[in-house]
């Protein structure tokens, strides 16, 4: 079982350095899947106010999440300001507590200030605490904001993960290039 759990983190090791090291580039792929993915944020009636309201947001279409006792996530997405998109950014979670499956999902960030943006942007922006029960694609997940200028929604896309955990979501922000 050890050695399963080892395997485990070198294949994540492996992937986010991959994420790291791949060029940032917003292509007609990587659109078709954030546009799906943001018609089903606008679809949600308890979304409708954040939109206008919102200085920027960040959009993560597919993110994973594994955990055992421990576990972790990690998901690549894209920061629009303005309707235009500036960059790509890099999650990666870590927790620890009750925590058994496997769960894919998407998410959104709302941002209400300038402050919240910029600390996005520069790569000093977490958040923690997770709640989260999913069954196929069904499921709801909550985690507490505890910044008051950001608003975090989660959509399930599918999976099976019970969990009560704590950790850290940490987001790391690149500029797209010319």
Same mark, same amino acid.
């Given at each position: ?33 954030? $546009?799906?993915? &943001?018609? +089903? /944020? %606008? ?10 309201? *919102? ?58 200030? $300038?402050?919240? &943006?910029? +600390? /996005? %942007? ?10 989260? *029960? ?45």
């Amino acid at each position: 079982m050890r050695l399963v759990r080892v395997l485990c983190l070198l294949v994540f090791a492996q992937l986010m350095v991959g994420c790291v090291m791949e060029p940032v580039r917003y292509d007609d792929e990587r659109a078709e899947s954030v $546009e799906a993915t &943001l018609a +089903q /944020f %606008r679809g949600q009636k308890k979304l409708q106010p954040f939109f206008p309201d *919102a200085l920027a947001y960040a959009l993560f279409p597919a993110n994973w999440r594994a955990g055992g006792g421990f576990g972790g996530a990690f998901g690549n997405g894209w920061l629009f300001e303005g309707g235009e998109v500036t960059g790509r950014a890099l999650m990666t979670e870590v927790f620890v507590g009750p925590s058994l499956g496997i769960q894919a999902d998407s998410k959104i960030l709302f941002f209400r200030s $300038e402050d919240a &943006l910029d +600390q /996005f %942007r520069r790569g000093r922006f977490e958040f923690t605490g997770q709640a989260n *029960a999913s069954v196929a694609t069904v499921g709801e997940a909550v985690t507490p904001g505890f910044n008051p200028d950001v608003a975090m929604f989660v959509l399930v896309r599918g999976g099976l993960l019970l969990e009560a955990s704590i950790g850290t979501q940490r987001y790391d922000f690149f500029p797209l290039e010319d």
